[in-house]
Each structure stands twice: as structure tokens, then as C-alpha cells.
């Protein structure tokens, strides 16, 4: 990252009350939702006709389950108002997330669009699920304050948010930025490299790029895909990473046995890791796999039930924002007694 002379933000990620919200899709709803439900005042600004109906239905849709997982004091879904042009909606904004479609001129002239109209030095967070900010940030007149916040579906259940800048943005805007995430009650990585698709990215595009093959091939099925993850290493993975959890599989030797006994199977064929040919026959048979799969459950069920899915586990992995705040808390207070 080179040195960039952008102006500091307009005040602590600790004092942020008012964060604007652009594109409100999946995403940037999901975004709005989190933000209320943690207390702020949240401005929303999208282009299409339809966006406010179908944003206050997200938010109403995930309030049951952010109940659930407990709101902030005073938070409210009063508390968002939606935005009539993208200048409106930043105006007084400390802080910007930006989630409009994954299309890189777009988000490139987007993304100069609100440092010409955001508060100065006001850090602005694009969602991209895989461009780096350098792609990004060419015609921006101030990228030192352009990083990336690149979140998970639902951003207002999925903790992790990974941040980072590009060759220009300015060090403090990252780390203004992380904190301020952690303050807003995410699970912040903040990456030193940027990788496309950054770090989760990366890996599920592997995990997904093997099932296309497997799919297009006729090796396995949609559902058989699924299942083998949900009922097989999915359930590790909720609390336990790929690594830890292959350090198990060397018994008292930990790794470095694993390493020694499965290391050679990585250059055996089991891999194809060049992507598949999307033509329509994997298309159909993928989607119409899942439609299958999904049975008479609409997308909203599925939303529901994937909502209380996760909520279910994080309850039982001890990470609910109240649990973790009672583990801290716990640990503050072991720290005082022993010091
Ligand atoms: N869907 C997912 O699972 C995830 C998506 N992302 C990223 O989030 C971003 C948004 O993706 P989704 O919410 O899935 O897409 P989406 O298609 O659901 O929503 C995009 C929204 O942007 C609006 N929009 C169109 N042109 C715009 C403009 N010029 N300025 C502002 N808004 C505009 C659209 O009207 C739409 O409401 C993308 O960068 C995507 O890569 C990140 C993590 C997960
Ligand atoms: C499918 N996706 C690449 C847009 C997914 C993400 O970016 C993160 C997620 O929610 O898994």
C-alpha cells in the first residue's frame, strides 16, 4: 500500500451513528438489517423503481430473527429512510457500504460517484465479492478512503467481514474500518494482500467449481452434492476451520502426521481445478437440481429456515452477540483478578 494523503474520517468508528447503504439487493438489504438492528441510522439509496418495497420487506423478513439474536438499545426499523438520489443518501453519511451489482466499470464509476458526494474523508466499503479496490478505485478523486468489505449472505447473520485495500488506499482507512466493523458487531479478517476472491471466496470457488464438474460429468448429484457437505464436513466446519480440522485426522501427530500420511493424495487426479464449460446442459441441470432439491419450500422458506439454521448453530457454538459478549466480559474480569 503506498502512502496516500487522504483526509481522516469524520470521527471514531466508536461514534458512527448515521451509515448510508448503496444497492439494496440481497446484499445491501442485508447490510440495511444489520446496521438497524445494531442501533444505527441507516440512509438507503438504489435505482430501481421497486427497491423500498422490496427493502422493507428484507428488513421485515430478518427483524424475527435478529429479535433472536438481541438488538441494540433503541434500535429500530424506523430508523431507515430511503434515499431519493444517491447525494441524498451521503450526504451526512460517516460511513458507506456500497453493494450495487458485481460489474467492474460499475462499481468503478459508482464508487467515484460517492467520494464526490460522501463527507470527505468518510471511508467507503464496497461488498465485491472478488474485485480488488486497485481495479476499482482508478477514477475515484480520493481512493486513500475506497476499501473493500466483502461480507456473507445474510450479512445481518454471518458474522465475517474481510477488509482490504488497494495499492491506494490510504493504512488508516483499513484499520478505521476494521474497527469500525467490529464495533458494528462483525468478525473482522483484515487481509495485508489483496487475492481476488480474497480469502473465503477463494476457497468456496474451489468447493464449487469441483461440484460443476462433478455435476456435468455425472458423478454426483445436486442433492448428493449438498448432502455430503451438510451431513458430512459442513458440521465441522461451523465451529472448526479446514486446517484444524485435518490436524485431527493425524491422530496424536496432529498435522505434521497428516502432512506425512495424505500429503502424497494431493498429487493424485482428485482435483479439476480449471472451471467447468457452463454450457446448458450443466445450467439446467444445476438449477433445475436445486428446484428439486428445494421441493415445495419457496425461497422464502428457505431464507427462514436457513436464518434459524444459523442462528440454531451459533447459539450452540457459544457465538450469539450476547454469548460472546458474556465470554468477554468473563475474560476482562479473569484478566482484572490475575493482574
Ligand atoms: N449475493 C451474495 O451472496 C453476495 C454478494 N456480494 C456482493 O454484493 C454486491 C451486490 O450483490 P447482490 O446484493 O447479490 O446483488 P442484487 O442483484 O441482489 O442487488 C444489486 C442491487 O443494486 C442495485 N443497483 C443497480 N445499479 C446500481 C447502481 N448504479 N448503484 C447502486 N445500486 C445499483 C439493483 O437495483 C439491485 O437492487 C455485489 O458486489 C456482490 O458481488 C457479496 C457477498 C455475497
Ligand atoms: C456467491 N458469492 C460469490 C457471491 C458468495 C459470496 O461472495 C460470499 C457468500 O455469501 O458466500
Not at 422493507?56 to 434515499?83: C, F, H, I, M, N
Request: net charge negative.
Amino acid at each position: 500500500m503506498t502512502a496516500i494523503n487522504t483526509p481522516a474520517a469524520p470521527c471514531a468508528p466508536e461514534d458512527v451513528t448515521r451509515v448510508a447503504c448503496i444497492g439494496a439487493g440481497v446484499i445491501g438489504g442485508g447490510w440495511v438489517a444489520h446496521f438497524l438492528a445494531r442501533g444505527y441510522d441507516v440512509t438507503a439509496w438504489d435505482p430501481a423503481p421497486d427497491a423500498e418495497l422490496k427493502l422493507r420487506r428484507l428488513v421485515d423478513a430478518a427483524w424475527p430473527a435478529l429479535t433472536q439474536l438481541g438488538l441494540a438499545d433503541g434500535a429500530s426499523r424506523d430508523r431507515l429512510t430511503v434515499a431519493a438520489t444517491l447525494e441524498e443518501a451521503v450526504a451526512d453519511a460517516q460511513f458507506v457500504q456500497e453493494s450495487a451489482p458485481e460489474k467492474l466499470e460499475l462499481k468503478r464509476d459508482l464508487l467515484a460517484q460517492l467520494d464526490a458526494a460522501a463527507p470527505a474523508g468518510a471511508v467507503i466499503a464496497s461488498s465485491t465479492s472478488g474485485y480488488p479496490m486497485t481495479d476499482m478505485q482508478t477514477t475515484a478523486a480520493d481512493p486513500g478512503r475506497l476499501v473493500v468489505g466483502h461480507p456473507f449472505n445474510p450479512p445481518y447473520l454471518i458474522p465475517l467481514v474481510e477488509v482490504v485495500g488497494g495499492e491506494r488506499t490510504a493504512e488508516h482507512a483499513v484499520n478505521w474500518a476494521s474497527r469500525f466493523y467490529d464495533v458494528a458487531g462483525k468478525s473482522v479478517i483484515t487481509m495485508k494482500a489483496e487475492v481476488p476472491g480474497f480469502i473465503a471466496n477463494r476457497l468456496q470457488e474451489a468447493l464449487w467449481r469441483e461440484a460443476l464438474h462433478m455435476v456435468a460429468n455425472g458423478e454426483a448429484t445436486v442433492r448428493e452434492i449438498d448432502d455430503s457437505i451438510t451431513e458430512g464436513p459442513g458440521l465441522r466446519w461451523a465451529f472448526m476451520g479446514p486446517m484444524l480440522t485435518f490436524a485431527l485426522a493425524g491422530g496424536e501427530g496432529g498435522m505434521a502426521h497428516m502432512l506425512d500420511h495424505f500429503g502424497p493424495s494431493l498429487k493424485s487426479p482428485w482435483t479439476r481445478l480449471e472451471a467447468p464449460e457452463l454450457d446448458k446442459k450443466l445450467y439446467d441441470a444445476v438449477v433445475e437440481g436445486c428446484d428439486e432439491e428445494a421441493g415445495e419450500r419457496t425461497i422464502a422458506d428457505l431464507v427462514a429456515e436457513r436464518d434459524q439454521g444459523v442462528i440454531d448453530v451459533l447459539r450452540a457454538t457459544g457465538r450469539l452477540p450476547q454469548q460472546r459478549r458474556a465470554q468477554r466480559a468473563a475474560q476482562h474480569e479473569k484478566h482484572q483478578e490475575t493482574a
